[in-house]
């Protein structure tokens, strides 16, 4: 079992490498809103330490629309392309799609409306990343982020629909558990890629590393997770810097039931 721990700067590239993990994720809206010299700092960084960059969360602004008033195909293409050639600069396998902010519906939003431009936006997106050979995958959030796509169903049939082999699913646990999927067989979901895992420090904003009383839990739900066939990593998402003792306590938790 890969695990990964996402980052906010890459300055903590080395608590998370120390902390035993075998990768890092980074936000897709900062490594494009990069100017060049700190991209290079960044794949320096990530070279001189051998540490991959394996995944990227957060992937675009509030200002590029997923999905609904003010979506547009070509800036969504346009901000694809720049964020795949630096995340193939620096390895990246897996994209996930979330940014709830982009794709808050208006109340009384035509759905088939949201559908259609979702799916452009998947596929300007899967096409740019494509080039790179890195797969983009549509993440379910729970409605405390936002209104539309808010369960693993909703996902895969808008996913499975599209049939492109580099769009897949992510699945995170915290999203999951609000929505009340995350104790059943995920095997199901043939396109998850990806799973990520957290818990919160008081509010689905602050989301954070595992707590100590939850750990059985979390060991039940990822054990289940690989016993029913799924091959694919699990990151720790969470949105505070990265502490080395809390970084150990939960990839412990993580591996803890599989003896890895």
């Not at 902390?19 to 936000?27: Q, R, T």
């Not at 082999?165 to 915290?174: A, K, Q, W």
């Not at 095997?187 to 939850?214: A, M, N, Q, T």
Request: charged share 30%; aromatic share 8%.
């Amino acid at each position: 079992m890969e695990t990964g721990c996402s980052i906010l700067d890459i300055s903590e590239l080395g608590t998370v490498k120390e902390a035993g993990y075998d990768y890092l994720e980074m936000m897709g809206k900062y490594l494009v809103g990069m100017d060049e010299q700190d991209f290079s700092l960044v794949e320096r960084a990530l070279y001189e330490n051998a540490f991959p960059c394996g995944g990227l969360n957060a992937y675009c602004p509030e200002s590029l629309v997923i999905a609904g008033p003010g979506f547009d195909r070509k800036k969504a293409g346009e901000y694809a392309a720049i964020c795949a050639r630096r995340a193939g600069a620096i390895g990246v396998k897996c994209v996930g799609i979330g940014s709830p902010r982009s794709r808050r519906l208006p109340e009384g939003y035509d759905r088939k409306v949201a559908d259609r431009q979702l799916i452009d936006f998947l596929k300007e997106t899967a096409e740019a990343f494509g080039k790179q050979g890195i797969r983009v995958c549509l993440e379910p959030l729970a409605p405390c982020y936002c209104n539309y796509i808010n369960r693993l169903e909703e996902a895969a049939e808008l996913v499975d629909g599209i049939g492109w082999e580099n769009i897949g699913l992510v699945g995170d646990f915290y999203n999951m558990e609000e929505t009340g999927e995350a104790d059943q067989d995920l095997s199901r979901f043939r396109r998850l890629c990806h799973v990520h895992i957290s818990d919160d420090d008081g509010g689905p904003w602050s989301r954070s590393y595992l707590k100590k009383e939850r750990s059985k839990l979390h060991q039940i739900r990822l054990n289940r997770l690989y016993e029913n066939g799924y091959k694919g990593a699990v990151s720790l998402e969470i949105d505070v810097p990265a502490q080395l003792e809390r970084a150990k306590d939960s990839i412990r938790i993580m591996k803890a039931e599989r003896g890895m």
